[in-house]
């Protein structure tokens, strides 16, 4: 039933416009009491051989929805509702921006596969700050807040505008994520760079601890696809010093080369991050360098390219405890949590091994022994 609503009317819109029109439903769902309980009830069935522990927290499932979709963290429970086990808002930036100018997001359908250069478009972190403040949870689901660097705010400004935005943010977010691997901002990419970000992730920690200090609120970085592998380890070890509690892997590409793509060449060359099906390989390649790296030091998100049942469980096989997605929920719909719950659970059944915290990691373990 999706695909042809898909086909035949999103696939005839703006791919934002049409974005808008969706969350729209989902967030009108959400809000009626009798449709959003029986919603939930056939599209996020809980599985307790699914339930994992992560960063401190206790989740119903390690499936979330990446940073990106919800901007603004206006329908958190509308995601809930859809089966995601946690979702991450954001990215939120010091100040509102309106991000760069449209047309700004390209489907490349056959490729299952998004282009955006939105530019971290959001409300500010004071407004969502506050959003979250009021919000009434219908839904139990974890909230992981990711914020990045304002566009007008200089590099040499940006460690005192991560700063402002998790001092705003942090009270309100079961984690934190320090984003400063999307190419679409001028320079976001440079405070990867091990002597840019050490400052940075230090003085966003002593934030959170500083504006929260009764609990510790968790902290991630996320990392682009496009590191060259040396620089992976360098941010890995950075992380494991300086006692960050996960890195997400990986944000968006700005390759086209040696994906595959079979999409409209005008598109392919559009610029921005590219997510969805072709970067599974590369994040994938990613993550396993990463646990390689750190085993279970730091907890590790698998993000990127991660369509399938089989997708997530590989992750968890390469050492993510978390898996998130978001370019495929546009291509498969409101069932695709459910379809994904399903195949994970029959995955971890077949395996001979007895959770999830078990499986995590499980491939290197069979190299090495």
């Known amino acids: 039933m999706y695909a042809l609503v898909f086909r035949l009317l999103f696939c005839r819109m703006d791919p934002e416009r049409a974005h808008h029109l969706a969350f729209a439903w989902i967030r009108l769902a959400a809000r009626v009491p009798v449709l959003r309980t029986f919603a939930a009830a056939f599209l996020a069935p809980r599985r307790k051989e699914l339930r994992v522990e992560?960063?401190?927290?206790?989740?119903?499932?390690?499936?979330?929805?990446?940073?990106?979709?919800?901007?603004?963290?206006?329908?958190?429970?509308?995601?809930?509702?859809?089966?995601?086990?946690?979702?991450?808002?954001?990215?939120?930036?010091?100040?509102?921006?309106?991000?760069?100018?449209?047309?700004?997001?390209?489907?490349?359908?056959?490729?299952?596969?998004?282009?955006?250069?939105?530019?971290?478009?959001?409300?500010?972190?004071?407004?969502?700050?506050?959003?979250?403040?009021?919000?009434?949870?219908?839904?139990?689901?974890?909230?992981?807040?990711?914020?990045?660097?304002?566009?007008?705010?200089?590099e040499e400004g940006a460690v005192a505008d991560y700063v402002a935005s998790a001092g705003a943010l942090a009270r309100h977010a079961d984690y934190l994520v320090v984003n400063v691997s999307s190419?679409?901002?001028?320079?976001?990419?440079?405070?990867?760079?091990?002597?840019?970000?050490?400052?940075?992730?230090?003085?966003?920690?002593?934030a959170a601890d500083r504006t929260v200090p009764e609990r510790r609120v968790p902290l991630l970085v996320k990392i682009a696809p496009d590191l060259a592998d040396a620089d992976v380890d360098a941010v890995a070890d950075l992380a494991v010093e300086l006692g960050v509690d996960g890195i997400i892997a990986t944000n968006t590409t700005v390759a086209r080369e040696g994906l595959g793509l079979r999409g409209d060449p005008r598109t392919v060359v559009e610029t921005g991050g590219l997510s969805g099906a072709p970067l599974k390989e590369r994040s994938l390649t990613v993550l396993r360098r990463l646990y390689a790296r750190v085993g279970d030091r730091l907890t590790l998100v698998g993000a990127g390219g991660v369509t399938t049942a089989?997708?997530?469980?590989?992750?968890?096989?390469?050492?993510?405890?978390?898996?998130?997605?978001?370019?495929?929920?546009?291509?498969?719909?409101?069932?695709?949590m459910r379809g994904l719950h399903r195949g994970l659970a029959e995955r971890l059944a077949a395996s001979p091994y007895a959770t999830l915290a078990e499986a995590v990691g499980a491939e290197h373990r069979k190299v090495t022994a």
């Open 183 to 206: 190419p679409n901002t001028p320079g976001l990419r440079n405070l990867q760079a091990t002597e840019a970000l050490r400052p940075l992730l230090t003085a966003v920690r002593e």
């Open 310 to 336: 089989d997708d997530a469980w590989e992750r968890i096989l390469a050492g993510a405890t978390l898996v998130q997605g978001y370019s495929a929920f546009v291509y498969e719909g409101p069932l695709w």
């Open 54 to 154: 992560a960063l401190g927290l206790r989740m119903h499932g390690p499936l979330g929805l990446a940073a990106g979709f919800d901007k603004n963290a206006t329908g958190v429970d509308g995601m809930a509702m859809l089966g995601f086990d946690h979702v991450e808002v954001g990215t939120v930036t010091g100040h509102a921006q309106p991000g760069n100018p449209r047309k700004r997001l390209f489907r490349l359908v056959q490729d299952r596969a998004l282009i955006n250069r939105m530019g971290f478009n959001n409300d500010g972190a004071a407004a969502v700050a506050a959003r979250l403040a009021a919000r009434r949870a219908v839904f139990r689901t974890t909230v992981g807040v990711n914020i990045g660097k304002t566009k007008a705010v200089p």
